[in-house]
């Protein structure tokens, strides 16, 4: 008896499948990030609940395109969807209060400085931890 070499099973077995299940092409990219607070007065670390800061926005630009994502502080870290546009983007990591809303007195945190990435279809931008400075109680009062 005359067995066939498995990659004669395994290719048209695998080349049946993608009409089926079929690919996605994404045409945007994504940024990972992840954050530490640190108390503005005596550099201990944080939680965001002793904080008081219960979200962090990532803000972009690339082009003429701005927005805004947010993630739960407390997670530590995040990534975004496939929905940045490609190109070259400047990146900022800042605390956000509740409602999706920006501290009103920007003297009460220290972030850095916008991070510039190339972006590019599919791919996922990883950014350093971003050390985040802030004002306990004040930040998001």
Not at 4 to 15: E, F, N, R
């Amino acid at each position: 008896m005359t067995s066939l070499p498995q990659t004669s099973i395994v290719v048209p077995l695998a080349l049946a499948c993608l009409p089926v299940h079929g690919c996605t092409q994404e045409t945007d990219g994504a940024v990972e990030i992840s954050w530490r607070l640190y108390d503005r007065d005596s550099g201990a670390g944080l939680k965001c609940d002793e904080a008081d800061v219960p979200l962090i926005e990532l803000h972009y630009e690339v082009g003429l395109t701005k927005d805004n994502i947010y993630f739960n502080c407390d997670n530590e870290s995040g990534v975004s969807g496939f929905q940045i546009p490609t190109g070259m983007a400047a990146l900022k990591v800042w605390p956000a209060c509740a409602g999706e809303n920006e501290p009103t007195d920007k003297t009460t945190f220290i972030a850095a400085s916008p991070t510039v990435r190339e972006i590019t279809a599919g791919d996922v931008v990883t950014l350093d931890t971003q050390l985040i400075q802030v004002t306990v109680g004040a930040t998001c009062p």
